[in-house]
């Protein structure tokens, strides 16, 4: 006698470890809700499905193993879209799973149907319709393989109510065989080689870290690599954490809004020894003007990065930290003390600045903030001016320790990830960096954190505006600001208090320290309420169609106002 598809899928997820699910509940997966009762997994009911995908996406990047949201049919499944997507392009490992209607009424237009599998075929590794409870144990065991194997990223599986209802006679398959999907760990020896050689002959080396360093924890033979060969590092958004921002040979981010002396140090370089990044658009800038001296190097585990931007002279397929293991030992220790100097004349002469301490700077919260919290806190961001500064200002020291969502860009992460980091390490202090427009797309999930007495801290940087499109309408647009001011925000610290959290405020440069330090300190759910100017802007900044070394750097006038015209 067999067990209910339900139960069967709930006993896979007990198989792969799972512990925690994110979702809500709804008609076409009440077998599976039901399978869930007693199983020992905890449900965490969230107020909007779109919340439960980035949630997932915060346990799975503290746990390192897939995060699992679950979702009825229809509009449940398309709230997750959002959440899948950016999961896609962070190479985050989820495991959807989605209701859908019987396998008799597909196609029909019923009620609450939508073909989920077909919207999501461009921003999942691969998903699926089951067709037979049978399915149900190696569907999921794929499932969760294809996720966490080779360049992490998202599988959906649908399942109609009457598979997850009907009975299920199979056993879990021992092993996963899928055929054409065997994903490259190791680079090729003599690539590696031409890696080490092209390293000997390089006198200005960089070396331009990403997300792929902490996904294949690589950062203790990066550290290693940089040090040998006295090579500066710098990252992009999803690399931050991957080398110490503390650490002499730390350049920070790069592109669109990097410090200016990693732009400048990528523009003169001769070497760009690139790992486990994606050469996007938001680094590179102008493709004909990126790197323009560099031999590069791409060291990745997707073959279909490799050139798919940047012309590369050196490809190596392969997981990151695999591929510096095999190199390291071919690597002797060098000397670039002449190129470190430029660079560390760079950075003196073009360092990060937000001008006076007159008024309440949001680069100076966010600066504090790091200074009073960096050493233990994981850090979740927004998209938006505070994302940046954040990148810029807070000073990441450990991997896996800054989480935002990089490639799509998505408002609306960064409480529902803190959810799930704070859920995957109880202990950790969560903090939670957004804005005022960000931060009301997800603000319904005070509810879930409350609910599951999460004492997460949620900095506020509140200007009432959309301020980073409306710093692209004053560059852009020759200032003709619209669509850009909320006159309807509500007050942040009362509405803590409508949740019974806490709530303290920021106005003023005097009260940053004292509130942070109470907000850190308190053990409660809280709300920082930043109360900053909507003509702060973030720099540096590099227009469209430029370099990287043609920035435009902070500048304030006499009336300090920002100044910048391209």
Not at 331 to 356: C, M, T
């Amino acid at each position: 006698m067999g067990i209910t598809g339900a139960a069967a899928l709930v006993q896979c997820l007990k198989d792969q470890g799972v512990n925690t699910v994110f979702g809500i509940p709804g008609g076409s997966v009440l077998p599976i809700y039901d399978a869930l009762v007693g199983s020992g997994i905890r449900h965490v009911l969230v107020r909007l499905e779109g919340a439960a995908a980035h949630a997932a996406s915060g346990y799975a990047r503290i746990t390192g193993k897939p995060g699992v949201c679950l979702a009825t049919s229809g509009p449940g499944a398309t709230n997750l879209v959002t959440g899948i997507a950016t999961a896609y392009m962070d190479s985050v490992p989820l495991v959807v799973i989605t209701g859908q209607v019987p396998t008799g009424m597909v196609g029909t237009d019923a009620f609450q149907e939508v073909d989920i599998t077909g919207i999501t075929i461009p921003i999942t590794k691969h998903n699926y319709l089951v067709k037979d409870p049978n399915d149900l144990p190696r569907v999921i065991k794929e499932a969760f393989h294809i996720a966490s194997t080779g360049r992490p990223g998202p599988v959906l599986v649908d399942v109609p109510k009457d598979i997850s209802a009907g009975l299920c006679h199979a056993e879990t398959p021992a092993e996963v065989e899928l055929r054409g999907y065997k994903p490259t760990y190791q680079g090729h020896p003599a690539q590696i080689k031409n890696m080490a050689r092209l390293i000997r002959e390089s006198e200005r080396p960089v070396i331009y870290a990403g997300g792929g360093v902490i996904t294949s924890q690589a950062s203790r033979e990066l550290l290693t690599l940089a040090e040998r060969i006295q090579a500066p590092v710098t990252t992009t958004l999803m690399g931050i954490g991957a080398f110490p921002e503390d650490h002499p040979l730390a350049l920070g981010m790069l592109g669109l809004h990097g410090t200016p002396y990693a732009n400048y140090a990528v523009t003169e370089t001769d070497l760009l020894i690139g790992l486990g990044v994606r050469f996007d658009d938001r680094v590179t800038s102008l493709v004909e003007k990126f790197a323009p001296q560099a031999k590069v190097i791409h060291v990745d585990i997707d073959p279909a990065e490799i050139g798919k931007n940047v012309e590369v002279d050196l490809p190596i397929v392969g997981d990151v930290r695999l591929v510096l293991t095999d190199l390291l030992p071919l690597v002797e220790a060098k000397d670039h003390q002449e190129w470190l100097d430029r660079v560390y004349r760079w950075r003196r002469e073009h360092p990060l600045s937000y001008g006076n301490g007159r008024v309440l700077r949001p680069q100076h919260v966010l600066e504090k903030l790091g200074e009073l919290a960096r050493d233990r806190a994981i850090v979740t961001t927004d998209v938006g001016q505070h994302q940046m500064w954040a990148a810029q200002y807070y000073k990441v020291k450990r991997p896996g320790s800054f989480l935002s969502s990089g490639g799509l860009g998505t408002m609306g992460y960064g409480f529902p990830a803190a959810i799930g980091a704070q859920l995957a390490d109880p202990e950790a202090l969560v903090i939670a960096v957004t804005g005022d427009g960000s931060f009301q797309m997800h603000m319904a999930e005070l509810g879930t954190a409350v609910e599951h007495g999460l004492p997460i801290k949620i900095l506020v940087i509140n200007n009432s505006s959309l301020n980073l499109v409306r710093q692209l309408q004053h560059f852009y647009h020759e200032g003709r600001y619209f669509a850009v001011s909320f006159h309807g925000n509500p007050d942040f610290v009362r509405l803590a208090s409508c949740y019974g959290a806490a709530g303290v405020r920021i106005e003023k440069p005097a009260d940053v320290v004292p509130a942070l330090e109470e907000a850190l300190n308190n053990g409660k759910l809280t709300i920082i309420d930043c109360r900053v100017q909507e003509t702060e802007m973030v720099f540096p900044m590099v227009p469209s169609s430029k370099g990287l070394d043609e920035m435009i750097q902070f500048n304030r006038d006499e009336n300090g106002e920002e100044e910048g015209k391209i």
